[in-house]
């Protein structure tokens, strides 16, 4: 062990996860020692082939470990690595992985950035199901964007916390109410590993948060190129309500928010310090790290012990290290707190990096006099960063209009944010039989030029046999996925047999499938799929039928959103619907991956303008679904009137005015076009004109909505030294 540590002069984890693999490997027989290597690295889910090594050993065993590679290999009887130790084909199948991944990580780094890496802050990284550290579209926009970062060999780090009790896990009662529990976490069984220090002890960082230091060590797991930083409270020298803020994602106590965002803001910084990390720039991503700014700062500015700086002349001297990405115009996501709330938590902080405590609470306004206004995150982050953007066109003007008042110019349209459109990984996303036909067609190694039209104009040329089979396997494997959990869902929930009875049969893998996954916010709407409960049951007709899914989880306190997933429950036993519409429980990485490929049609019903991006409807696109959506966000620079369906996006102060009229013209476009065309078919049963559809989605919104594009957006309009 010692070996190891002094080949390693920089002590970020590198040696603690080289450590961490040869005690895996020395569990394992000889020739499966490339198994722990893989099993370490998050670049085994993007690789062809990688999650089959695990599910070789049995696809159901390996569900029950969360598909958690570490926890997985250590747990295999020795008998079953004996078998697989001598069996020649899956040995080359391992040995096929291993290679992508050693070449992967030996590729030299893009150097266009100059010095250092990019530091990613997030609150969320949806990298993986076995990585409980993210609750929806952001944290998987993170986890997408560090993949795409791991690909384009982009030198950047992501730090974020540690949750050790994640977000929530969903069960629905019989009344169709939310609850929700927890699971904690075992590090020492995920592909993670602690960072410590020459002397073997763990790296530490200590906080100043309420009247006393928080201390945290700091995890580390890979995900291909790229480390990814956890920082973590719950240690010994901690005390009860100090190791709780690191225990949940986006915990209920606003206090204990609070502290999260110190301990992400300034913790990542420290932690970066501690290992010799010198980040070129600090990429901002949401508003919750934005202290980070303040401890960069104090340090720029060089002020020690009897020193008060003027904090906003010391944020200047920070700012060209900063960019931010502002991921929501929703009021939720853009939370303020009062001046008591914020020196009640960060007034010590403020202290430490020697800064007026009432010079904090004034940034976090827009208004920094104004003493009747709360702070936010966001207000501070704009402040701090040398460029704002938002994630789509349209969020671009929605997040000038809410901001304007922080920069001293006339016209809203002179408001110094940009954007860059969100977008999703597509090794990610794309399914196994999409991905293994467009290779077919599109020769190996398309997706390294996903980005291209060029290379996407390639579906036109795919016959429809080959383009339907692929939809239909993809939605026969969705349609067994539900079958397998309805029945465990609805018995769980104590349901009479027979309403178990019907998931038992639910769904047909011929029909047209229709899709509604995502947080259930109040501004998704997904209210407006049974505005009228008559027309919604007329929608699911056996002479032209077609089957729903629904899954999603509401945030513990939003009792509004649990209402409406409580009345959708309601219709449950109407006659016809026990099989034709299904919810899923506790969405998660897993459930919409499968999901989002089955599907036909993917909906989106977000309230104008709330939704910034959305990245599902980008997911199926890469599938070949097709997307029926309100024109907001992605979609309203998307949507080109060939490429699937609109909904009129005009914000309306009307609200119930404008969800009457929305829901009418959703079960139009359903009634009237989109059922008519999935039925109408040749006489070899293929519905060409629907194909034509989903051909034109693909060619359009793949090289569009591929991470690899909003890669090069950030890297030129973003990162780009300036
Ligand atoms: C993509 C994704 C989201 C985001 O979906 P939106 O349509 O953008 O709201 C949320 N949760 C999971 C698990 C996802 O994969």
Redesign the pocket.
Same mark, same amino acid.
Not at 613 to 617: C, I, M, N, V
């Given at each position: 062990m010692t070996v190891l540590r002094d080949r390693d002069p920089h002590l970020d984890g590198t040696s603690d996860l080289a450590i961490a693999v040869e005690g895996l490997a020395r569990r394992l027989p000889e020739s499966l020692h490339s198994l722990a290597r893989i099993a370490y690295n998050y670049r085994w889910s993007w690789t062809p082939g990688g999650r089959e090594l695990f599910r070789q050993f049995g696809a159901h065993r390996f569900s029950l470990s969360g598909e958690n590679p570490v926890r997985f290999l250590r747990d295999l009887s020795e008998r079953s690595l004996l078998e697989a130790a001598t069996d020649g084909e899956y040995l080359a199948r391992v040995d096929m992985v291993a290679q992508v991944l050693d070449a992967d990580l030996a590729r030299p780094a893009r150097t266009d950035l100059g010095s250092g890496p990019v530091a990613f802050l997030c609150a969320e990284f949806?990298v993986h199901r076995s990585l409980p550290v993210y609750s929806?579209?952001l944290g998987?926009l993170a986890g997408d964007l560090l993949k795409e970062a791991s690909d384009q060999g982009l030198p950047l780090v992501g730090v974020g916390l540690f949750y050790r009790r994640g977000y929530l896990h969903q069960r629905v009662d019989r009344t169709g109410w939310q609850q929700e529990y927890w699971i904690e976490a075992d590090p020492e069984m995920l592909p993670v590993v602690r960072v410590s220090n020459s002397d073997g002890s763990p790296l530490t960082v200590r906080i100043p948060v309420w009247d006393g230091l928080l201390a945290a060590h700091v995890w580390r797991t890979d995900v291909g190129r790229v480390p990814l930083y956890l920082l973590d409270a719950d240690v010994a020298e901690n005390t009860p309500l100090q190791r709780w803020v690191s225990a949940r994602l986006y915990e209920g106590n606003r206090a204990i928010r609070l502290a999260q965002y110190a301990l992400l803001g300034v913790g990542a910084v420290r932690a970066l310090e501690a290992m010799s990390i010198t980040p070129a720039l600090f990429h901002l991503n949401e508003g919750h790290a934005a202290l980070a700014s303040l401890a960069v700062a104090s340090r720029m500015a060089g002020l020690s012990n009897h020193d008060i700086g003027d904090l906003a002349t010391a944020l200047k001297s920070g700012r060209e290290r900063f960019v931010f990405t502002t991921h929501t115009p929703v009021q939720a996501g853009n939370e303020t707190y009062t001046r008591e709330e914020v020196l009640a938590v960060l007034g010590s902080l403020a202290d430490e990096l020697h800064f007026d405590r009432e010079a904090l609470v004034e940034l976090g306004r827009v208004h920094p006099a104004d003493v009747g206004e709360a702070s936010g995150l966001t207000p501070l982050a704009i402040h701090a960063a040398r460029s704002t953007n938002a994630v789509s066109a349209r969020h671009e003007s929605v997040a000038r209009g809410m901001w304007h008042e922080m920069f001293p110019l006339g016209a809203t349209d002179q408001v110094p944010i940009s954007h860059v459109t969100n977008a999703?990984h597509l090794p990610t996303w794309m399914a196994p039989p999409m991905r293994a036909l467009l290779t077919r067609h599109f020769g190996e190694g398309w997706e390294r030029h996903a980005s291209d039209p060029a290379v996407w104009a390639g579906v036109e040329a795919i016959p429809d046999e080959e383009l339907w089979e692929v939809r239909c396997e993809q939605r026969r494997d969705l349609v067994a996925m539900i079958r397998r959990k309805v029945v465990v869902d609805r018995l769980a929930r104590g349901e009479d047999i027979d309403f178990v009875q019907a998931g038992a049969d639910a769904f047909d893998p011929s029909f047209l499938t229709i899709g509604f996954a995502?947080?259930l916010a109040t501004y =998704?709407r997904l209210n407006l799929v049974l505005h009228d409960p008559a027309r919604a049951m007329n929608l699911l007709d056996h002479g032209q039928p077609a089957q729903f899914v629904f899954a999603g989880k509401a945030h513990p306190l939003d009792d509004a959103a649990k209402a409406i997933a409580q009345r959708m429950f309601a219709l449950k036993r109407s006659p016809g619907v026990d099989n034709r519409a299904v919810f899923i429980e506790d969405?998660?990485?897993s459930v919409?991956s499968t999901l989002i490929a089955g599907c036909d049609v993917w909906l989106?019903l977000p309230r104008p303008p709330l939704e910034a !991006?959305?990245? !599902?409807?980008m =997911?199926a696109a890469l599938n070949g679904c097709l997307n029926v959506s309100v024109l907001d966000g992605w979609w309203m620079e998307g949507f080109d009137g060939s490429n699937g369906w609109g909904i009129d996006g005009e914000v309306d102060p009307d609200e119930a005015a404008q969800d009457e009229r929305d829901a009418a013209t959703l079960y139009t476009v359903l009634e009237d076009e989109v059922k008519p065309s999935f039925h109408e078919r040749d006489d070899r049963g293929i519905p060409k004109l629907w194909l034509q559809r989903v051909r034109a989605s693909m060619r359009t919104l793949g090289p569009k909505y591929c991470a690899t594009r909003m890669i090069d957006d950030y890297v030129s309009q973003v990162y780009a030294p300036r």
């Open positions: 949806g929806g579209g998987v999703v995502r947080r =998704k969405y998660d990485l919409a989106n !991006s959305g990245t !599902s409807g =997911k």
